[in-house]
């Protein structure tokens, strides 16, 4: 019977893994999304645990998500709502059902579901599907437990590492689902466990027999699926998160400078991963310091760039405020460093685990002083290494701290990314001293283009310099409270950022006649692209400017705001980045959409709040106060 059930072709398919924290949910969706990625599809990957270290198994607190969506083409988002999925105990099918469509197809752990079981997911009663309002016909309900150890029965292994291999068991029946070939798996497999062969083995017998199980008992489903990419761009792929991409970015960066990077970080939900994948990579001449707390984490990195290093700090919006001391450090010496922010929910330590972009402000703004600093913001989990690279370009060439934003979104989250050829990446600069100012050097002679200082690098005949948090004297580098003086680097320190060459913004979708303009910055460009092709596909005419280089703005950035009758401004905040333009673009006054919920954006939502709008008779600059431009999600 097996050949007779149908293979259907699919351009897309959202399926997310939901189970206990110690279920091993990310692991599958990873290995699944990597599988996918190497055949070629697109995909988009949404990791949501919850910040409890470990909550109590089967409580509804304690659930963990991993969601991908794989596509025949590039895909822009994880997805709105789910086709298939997996949930491995009561609790995970009670709070991750939402995320689920109508028709969606559910995996459960029948073995999962007992009277205990349902009371710790507050369940009312043992008929949960009726209670949920789920159709039977779409559940596959399969005993994994109890086949797990009976695959497992002879392995050697004890009751609690037998337990941990069912995640395995669902991967293989998902592989069945969507004609995965298990080899891919199998090599990923051996390769993560490379030092630990017999689990390996083990764990590979698990998924072929949760293929098998499919296979032979067609999983009540009534097709099987198969998603082939149409656009074939030859190179090597990897599925690649938003921090190992960030790390890449600076290595590169480190290659193409020709300096040794030096990262000094403090581990921080979720930037960790950033040092974790650095410290790897010894070989390359890369040094990383886990340092005693944020603040010294900053301060080490200071003192590697005033010695001649690329010099980096990786944190989330809680380490920033404390870094905010060392950071103006490096403002007031014009030292070049990268600043690596993944915004996470706040404010103080607020939600650990979930994602928003609620530090644009505090990067911009959050330090005494006038202390101007670019800003390069990710678009996506791909992007996060070109914009690490722009950010330490930026640094080195004209000798500034740069911040690069990403958030947890993009940083945990996953996508098919191309291997450069560094080969063809372009030169980095830095802007070092020069000969002719041998012997005759002050550390704040500047270009007279960029106004960029120039770099002395410790250890150099004839270049003996003093750096420090004092005023300097823009001619002699001697400390000075002078007001002129004061002033005037106050100005230079504010023009040499002004100054820096950034790309125009592109203009995405109906870019000559849009009725509509929506503005976005960093990781929402997928959702909000999604949604403009969704509006025109309804006939409207839209268009879309995301914004990659937050400060300086691009120089058409007025050009391209007042164009249009209608703008607004969406991001995950109650409006910075909104605000943030009316500051720097006279007579702009946007109709802006806000939300705040630790999630990505809905583009379901998003089409109908810009849909209100298009219908909408009044202009967005119109209004007197923000307040009456703001949407309703």
Known sequence: ??????????????????????????????????????????????????????????????????????????????????????AMNAAALKTQYRYAKPQATIIIDTDSFGPNDLKKAEFNSTDYLCELGIDSDRVVACPITTMVKACLKDSGMDNRAILKCRNMFALGLVCWLFNRDLSLVENFLREKFAKKAEIAENNIKVVNAGYDYGHNVHASVP????ID?????????????????????????AEKSGLKL??????????????????????????????EDEISACASAVGASFAGALAATSTSGPGIALKSEAINLAVMDELPLVIIDVQRGGPSTGLPTKSEQTDLLQVLYGRNGESPMPVVAAISPTDCFDAAFQAARIALEHMTPVVLLTDAFIANGSAAWKLPDIEELPEIKPHYVTEDQKYKYTPYRRDPETLARYWAVPGQEGYTHILGGLEKDGETGAISTEPENHDLMDHLRFEKVAKIEVPDIEVLGDADDAELLIVGFGSTYGHLYTAMNELRKKGHK???????????????????????????????????????????????????????????????????????????????????TFEENIIEA
């Open 542 to 624: 839209v268009a879309l400017a995301q914004f990659k280089y937050v400060n300086p703005l691009p120089k058409n950035t007025a050009d391209v705001l007042l164009k249009y009758k209608k703008v607004v401004v969406a991001e995950q905040n109650l409006g910075q980045f909104a605000a943030l333009l009316r500051i720097r673009v006279n007579n702009f006054a946007p109709y802006q959409y806000n939300q705040v919920k630790g999630q990505p954006f809905v583009v379901s939502e998003l089409v109908s709040g810009f849909e209100r709008i298009l219908l909408s008779n009044g202009l967005s600059n119109h209004a007197k």
């Open 262 to 291: 030096y990262l000094g970080s403090y581990p921080i939900t979720p930037a960790t991963d950033i040092l974790h994948e650095l410290a790897k990579h010894k070989s390359l001449g890369v040094i990383t310091v886990q340092c």
């Open 229 to 253: 990419s149409k656009v074939k761009n030859p190179g090597r792929y990897m599925d690649i998160t938003g921090n190992k991409a960030t790390a890449y970015g600076l290595i590169a960066a």
């Open 223 to 226: 097709a099987t699926y198969r």
């Open 1 to 86: 019977m097996a050949e007779d059930l149908e293979v259907k072709e699919l351009d897309q398919v959202v399926v997310r893994f939901s189970g206990d924290s110690g279920d091993g949910m990310q692991l599958a969706g990873n290995i699944f999304s990597t599988v996918s990625a190497t055949v070629g599809n697109g995909i988009s990957t949404f990791p949501d645990y919850p910040a409890d270290i470990r909550a109590p198994q089967g409580s509804l607190t304690g659930v963990s998500g991993f969601q991908v969506h794989i596509g025949t083409g590039k895909v822009y988002t994880p997805g709105d709502q789910c086709d298939v999925l997996v």
